[in-house]
């Protein structure tokens, strides 16, 4: 007896050590928006496109003198300060510093006119307050910062911890990493809305941190902007948008990123044109919402994951992904790893061992029958004490019998040593089966079973704990059909025209990954290559959580390796049976678990005729040609990673016809498969 009494005295000091330390890790969560399907097209002002300055405020510069037309410019050893709206024209080269500090109506115009400015001491261009600043690049300019950067105590720096993503860190976390996410950390540092045009180029480097930073919207319109950062290249926090410009990023941390993750309305990056060449150490273009490309061409030649988003539309343009990781990546905003497996995943481990049953155990089904629901547990005294008669027996249960759940543990103080007490230690545990020789305790006025033990009567602290109840099995699979209709709809990657190439090579890659949908149809062209996965599956060249579709009218040429994919998800975590000849009538610890969930097979839906065969491994670089019966080639293609499964459709292939498939120098005879319903 006073073993169990210790035993279970310790298990509720454990069980209040755990409590309390959840409680000081927990951290308020984010609120989940909604968003409204794309694709999106960028907006574009007057003020965005006038790249004109017929007339304007001259600044000329040398080293640290500069001169100007106009006295509201201020000139100090360097520093150029500007307080009033206008057009501003620097020339020359300035070390030193453009600070912009004007009324929050006024809109700056700055036309950079072949001038260098090379800072000493934080952003070559620092704005901290106005409407709009317009930066306009005539001919070759340059903006550089220094490696040290003043400490300033920015009271309007609220989004100063939107660094702190999942996988940001490259090169680890010191605290001189944290100070260098504070405001300013750019070589060119605004915190208004800022636009950039012109016919000109405009090289940053930076060298601190990030290359340009905008805490509103940024866009770029027309010019030549090239970044190279020892962070981030490009981050705004609303939006991002371009339209024509030309822009090429080199940086150590993710390429473009937009970081707004609590608006449906911002938080996204629109491409409509332009040129837009990536090379990144994390992701390539990064947006928290909405990530579309209308047009242009874009060149991720280098990432961990090339595009993500929460919905992903490309309707045009040309677009080259060379991924590490996932080359075009669709996840909602904040996500987690939800409990049940996707598609393809890896079976779910058995369950845990029953209490004190001798009834056969559960396998896993999804989602589990008797699966676990977390809770919040809240703290308060309990005055009063359940003896020995107050005690039921439970009975047995079917398949939606509730479940334990704690609402409310307290400690009282046992002042009787006259009388028996029950100390009732109830936990989240499925319905349980006992036999007369265990007392049931029932800590609340519903009538749910929880393990409780006999002790001898002193002077002891005990646990009681209120119990609520929850439908297990309907509550979770309601919870479960849920979210997959919200990821269906609320993630998705749709490619609906352009021409999109996917390359991907390391341990755990996807070339398109969805966490929700994959639709592919129009006269979108797609070609992924998956250097170390299947077409579909675990590791896959295209891989959906929801639905996986090639629709009519598009073309898609998909090849991986030869491991396959692996399949369906594990279950909850069902209640696991005895072991055999292990005697449980007496004992209140359980069997062993069940088995984990089996390993199936994912696929996607192909609805036009296509191909799909199998080759012995080929090399990067290795030509696929299709020929129909006329000798005539129906599909060209170089793979850029080795492959052995080859997955061919476009509108020209016609179900049950037979094709001549030529990979590398080998070459067979495959017929066309119907179309999916």
Known sequence: ????????????????????????????????????????????????????????????????????????????????????????V????????????????????????NIAITSEYGPAIYEVKCNKLIITSVGENSLTDSTNYPVIEDDDDDDADEDEDENDNISGNTQADDAKKKSPN???????????????????????????????????????????????????????SIKEATINVDAVNTGIKVTKDTDPEKGFIVIDGGKVTVKAGNDGIHAETHLTINDGFVDVTESLEGLEGQMIDIVGGEIHINASDDGINASKIGSQNDQFGPPGGFGGPGGPGGFGSNQPGQGNNQPGQNAIISTEI?????????????????????????????????????????EDVIVTSSTKVPPILTTKNLPIEIASTKEVPALSTKVAPSKTVKTIASVTTTKSAKSLQNRFNKRATDKETQVYIKITGGKVYVKVNGNDVDGIDSNGSLYIGGNA????????????GFMAALDADGSNVIDKGATVIATGSSMGGFGGPGGGSGMGGP???????????????????????????????????????????????????????IISHKVETKYSKILISTPQIIAGANYTLIAGTETQTVTASEADE
């Open 1 to 88: 007896m006073k073993y169990c009494k210790s035993l279970i005295n310790l298990f509720t000091i454990l069980f209040f050590i755990t409590w309390v330390k959840a409680q000081d890790n927990k951290t308020e969560a984010k609120p989940e928006i909604t968003l409204t399907p794309g694709p999106i097209i960028g907006e574009y002002k007057e003020k965005d496109l006038d790249d004109s300055y017929d007339s304007g405020i001259s600044i000329q510069c040398t080293g640290t003198t500069c001169t100007s037309t106009s006295d509201i410019v201020i000139l100090n050893e360097g520093n150029v300060t500007i307080s009033t709206a206008g057009t501003y």
């Open 90 to 113: 620097l020339e020359g080269e300035l070390v030193g510093q453009v600070y912009i500090s004007a009324s929050k109506d006024d809109n700056v115009h700055l036309i950079l006119n």
């Open 186 to 240: 750019a070589c060119l540092f605004a915190k208004s809305d800022l636009s950039f045009n012109g016919k000109g180029s405009l090289i940053i480097t930076g060298n601190y941190y990030e290359g340009i930073r905008c805490k509103k919207d940024l866009k770029f319109v027309s010019g030549i902007i090239n970044v190279k950062a020892v962070e981030k290249g490009i981050k705004a926090k609303n939006s991002i």
């Open 378 to 418: 809240t703290s308060e005294i309990v005055t009063s004490i359940i003896t020995s008669e107050e005690t039921t027996e439970s009975t047995d249960s079917d398949d939606d019998e509730e479940i334990t759940d704690i609402s409310d543990i307290g400690i009282v103080e046992d002042e009787n040593e006259d």
């Open 525 to 536: 062209e797609v070609y992924v290559s998956n250097g170390s996965g299947d077409i579909y």
């Open 579 to 633: 072991p055999g000849g292990f005697n449980q009538t007496n004992s209140s610890f359980g069997g062993m678990g069940g088995p984990p969930g089996g390993f199936g097979m994912e696929t996607g839906t192909v609805k036009q005729a296509n191909i799909q065969v199998s080759v012995n491994a080929q090399e990067a670089g290795t030509e696929i040609i299709l020929k129909d019966s006329d000798n005539n080639v």
